[in-house]
């Protein structure tokens, strides 16, 4: 069975701290897909990014950047310098290539504070 | 429009009343799903539809009635709610083609409080 688990509940930063979130994932699959979500308090989740099992490069996107490590199931955010704007609820989440079937982590909260 | 579009934004409803939420989406996508997201609690998968045929139900109560008419339209027919049925109820879409997964796209919910 497919997991991800995001360890932590709640992450409080000051503004232009860096800061990462950890995601953890299981699954007996050898092609799979790794997301992240964003839910700012408007409630909508907004895609961040996908990464397929056989891609381990690193990517960067600005202030974002993400690292995945298939020999530690881990697929971890950090966010640089970060920003207010950068409060949300982060969920990771792990897919299968047939059916399309997102398993979603529990979610961290992010709070950046000015 | 474009993206996943949910009506209404907010409902508030008796646990007697009967409504509908409403989910469309405009991105040519073959499958949809409901999810519902409780305070303090991991987002549960309620239905999904594929190709307009219900593949999958988590044990949900039967006060929750899905619906798709089509491969753009997706409701959840809402009656005799309890309480704890309040929450955000989000709509997603999605392309499922065989080896590859592109993830979702989610609507921006309906927050519903039942009273």
């Known amino acids: 069975a497919q997991k991800v688990t995001q360890a932590q509940t709640e992450i409080s930063v000051v503004e232009k701290e860096d800061v990462t979130l950890d995601c953890v994932y299981e699954t007996r699959d050898t092609t799979y897909y790794l997301f992240w979500y964003k839910q700012p308090p408007s409630g909508e989740l907004v895609f961040l990014i996908r990464r397929n099992s056989f891609d381990e490069q690193n990517e960067i996107s600005g202030r974002y950047s993400w690292n995945f490590q298939k020999s530690t199931s881990s697929f971890n955010f950090t966010i640089t310098a970060s920003q207010v704007v950068d409060s949300a609820v982060y969920f990771c989440?792990?897919?299968?290539?047939?059916?399309?079937?997102?398993?979603f982590g529990a979610g961290t909260i992010l709070r950046v504070k000015s | 429009e474009t993206g996943v579009t949910q009506t209404p934004r907010h409902l508030v409803m008796g646990m007697t009343n009967k409504k509908s939420l409403k989910c469309e989406q405009h991105?040519?996508?073959?499958?949809m799903y409901w999810y519902k997201q409780s305070a303090k609690k991991p987002l549960e998968l309620m239905f999904v539809?594929?190709?307009?045929?219900?593949?999958e139900n988590n044990s949900v109560p039967s006060r929750f009635s899905p619906e798709c008419p089509n491969s753009s339209h997706l409701f959840l027919h809402l009656h005799t709610l309890q309480p704890e049925d309040s929450a955000l109820y989000l709509c997603?879409?999605?392309?499922?083609?065989?080896?590859?997964?592109?993830?979702?796209?989610f609507g921006s919910g309906t927050r519903l409080t039942v009273v």
């Open positions: 539809y594929s190709l307009e045929e219900r593949v």
């Open positions: 997603a879409s999605s392309q499922v083609n065989r080896g590859d997964s592109y993830g979702y796209t």
């Open positions: 991105l040519g996508h073959n499958a």
């Open positions: 989440a792990l897919s299968e290539p047939y059916g399309n079937k997102l398993v």
